[in-house]
């Protein structure tokens, strides 16, 4: 009775270690696999992301009103004609600094300025990012 209890025990963990043997190299390969697959996707999502802030500079920048009415320092007309460019790439926002009073001159969310400015003088540091009551950083 003893031996069959021994035998049966016996065949049972050679058998779950063969098992986990198996499965466990199957589990890491797919578990690999599915992270690489993740991380590009999130590489291209990011990378696309940043294609489309980089257009959306870009036209900023080439914006003639936008430049006019901030050398002419008139921040409702210059609020107003950033508007235009507010929700896209969605969930980013823009900010425009006066080279000439050092201060945000206007900004797509309002709620930005503050950290904006404490970010160009320096006050917040490098990496730090606060998120806003809709959620936004």
């Known amino acids: 009775m003893l031996t069959i209890a021994g035998l049966s025990t016996a065949s049972t963990l050679l058998t779950a270690l063969l098992l986990h043997y ?3 190299g199957k589990l890491l390969q797919e578990f690999q696999s599915k992270i690489s697959t993740e991380s590009h996707n999130v590489s291209l999502g990011l990378s696309n992301k940043l294609n489309q802030v980089t257009h959306q ?7 003639n009103s936008i430049r006019v009415t901030l050398m002419l320092e ?3 007309q ?4 950033l508007s ?8 980013t926002d823009f900010f425009l600094w006066s080279s000439k009073s050092k201060n ?4 797509t969310d309002p ?6 400015q404490a970010l160009i003088n320096g006050e917040a540091g490098e990496g ?3 998120r806003g009551d809709a959620g936004k950083f």
Not at 78 to 81: A, M
């Open 22 to 24: 198996n499965y466990d």
């Open 57 to 63: 500079l870009k036209e900023i920048s080439l914006d």
């Open 74 to 76: 008139v921040d409702t």
């Open 78 to 81: 210059l609020e107003e004609r």
């Open 84 to 91: 235009a460019y507010q929700g896209y790439p969605e969930n």
């Open 104 to 107: 945000i001159a206007a900004a």
């Open 111 to 116: 709620a930005l300025t503050g950290f904006a």
């Open 128 to 130: 730090q990012a606060i």
